[in-house]
């Protein structure tokens, strides 16, 4: 069975820094094309990040314009786990983070892509 597990979600303060995991089971996730989305209250769900897959990209990262420079997406192949360390976190990014996979080699940032999704985790920075 195809799953996808969030953690690393919590309380920080504006500034801070927070390290989410997506652990994969079912499948080999350096195969897929990872992606992190989030979603705050009420509004449409957005493009955070995403690792390509090996061989192919797997250095390849892409980022949503408005985490570059903050956020890094980084796969641990050996432990089926992609990582999203976010720095210099702020209020704005508050939502609720999901983790989700795709076939082929294309990083998206579309989230009709994506196959698989996990539950997500809540990410809560307090000004």
């Known amino acids: 069975q195809v799953q996808l597990v969030e953690s690393g979600g919590g309380l920080v303060p504006a500034g801070g820094s927070l390290e989410l995991s997506c652990v994969a089971s079912g499948f080999t996730s350096s195969d897929y094309v990872i992606g992190w989305f989030r979603q705050a209250h009420e509004k449409e769900r957005e493009f955070v990040a995403a690792v390509g897959t090996t061989p192919w990209n797997s ?8 985490v570059k420079g903050r956020f890094t997406v980084a796969r641990d ?20 983070y999901y983790c989700a996979a795709k076939s082929g080699r294309v990083l ?13 985790t809540q990410v809560t920075v307090s000004a």
Request: charge should be negative; hydrophobic fraction near 30%; proline fraction near 2%.
């Open 59 to 66: 250095d390849r990262t892409y980022y949503g314009n408005s």
């Open 77 to 96: 192949n050996a432990k089926n786990t992609v990582s999203l360390l976010m720095h210099f976190l702020k209020p704005e990014d508050t939502a609720l």
């Open 108 to 120: 998206d940032s579309r989230a009709g892509s994506y196959e698989f999704w996990g539950q997500g």
